[in-house]
């Protein structure tokens, strides 16, 4: 706030409801950081069930007997995890993309899914490790598959004990969202941008757009939380 003084910045917050939810005749409708909202969040989503995909598809190579699973599973986590987040992005929609056929939000999807996928995998192997062996042999024992035991005796204890990691890593991703503005998506923090580019309030928009940032992810712990206490007292 002091800075803003020292540089004579006029504060202008009256004009950020306008950009928030718009009237048209009464009728209320998204402004356009709501709708850079909406777009955030879909592309959150959605990369998030990928990243749990990739995450768990991983861990499983990685724990497996196989030397080429293994192998494969070691040289993703070591690309991902030891170059920008923004060059993967930039790599994916300058060279996979065109030659996938893969779209704007397609590429950010599978950006953010490949990146936050290598590091969910380590959550998911040691969850996976966690299990004694002899739940494992125990459900053989009773003539489940090996697919039936993951889903109906593995799995269900994995996710129940890594909830908490999981939240953190959703929280994470839904704030690297939005480095997609790089590539021209919609998102929140590419209508904040546009939005100070057309008013000249810097200051306002992107305190704007951090409560909002703040508040998805505030609710994400929150219901984490939650889930958690009824996992508790259950």
């Keep these: 706030m002091r800075g803003a003084e ?3 910045y006029r504060w202008q ?3 950020v409801d306008d950009f928030l939810f718009t009237s048209d005749n009464g009728a209320w409708a998204a402004g356009p950081l ?3 909202l909406f777009v955030t969040l879909e592309i959150s989503v959605l990369s998030l069930i990928l990243t749990l995909v990739i995450g768990l598809a991983t861990a499983l190579l990685r724990l497996s007997s196989s030397v080429v699973g293994r192998g494969l599973a070691r040289g993703y986590l070591e690309l991902i995890r030891n170059t920008p987040l923004l060059i993967q992005l930039y790599v994916m929609y300058f060279v996979l993309g065109p030659i996938l056929g893969w779209g704007q939000t ?3 999807i599978a950006c953010l899914a490949a990146f ?3 590091y969910t995998s380590e959550i998911f192997r040691a969850g996976l490790r966690a299990i004694p062996r002899g739940q494992v042999e125990a459900g053989e024992s009773l003539g ?5 035991n993951y889903r109906y005796v593995i799995l269900p204890q994995v996710l129940r004990n890594m909830l908490p990691p999981l939240t953190n890593e959703a929280v994470s991703l839904v704030k690297n969202s939005s480095i997609v503005s790089v ?3 919609f998102d929140l923090t590419t209508q904040g941008r546009n939005l100070i580019a057309d008013t000249f309030l810097t200051f306002e928009i992107w305190l704007t757009v951090a409560a909002i940032y703040l508040a998805v992810t505030l609710a994400l712990s929150t219901a984490a939380a939650m889930a958690e206490r009824r996992r508790a007292g259950a």
């Design 6 to 8: 020292n540089i004579n």
């Design 13 to 15: 917050w009256y004009r």
């Design 34 to 36: 709501i709708q850079g």
């Design 106 to 108: 397609t590429t950010a």
């Design 116 to 118: 936050q996928g290598a």
């Design 144 to 148: 489940l598959t090996r697919l039936d």
């Design 183 to 185: 590539i021209a998506i």
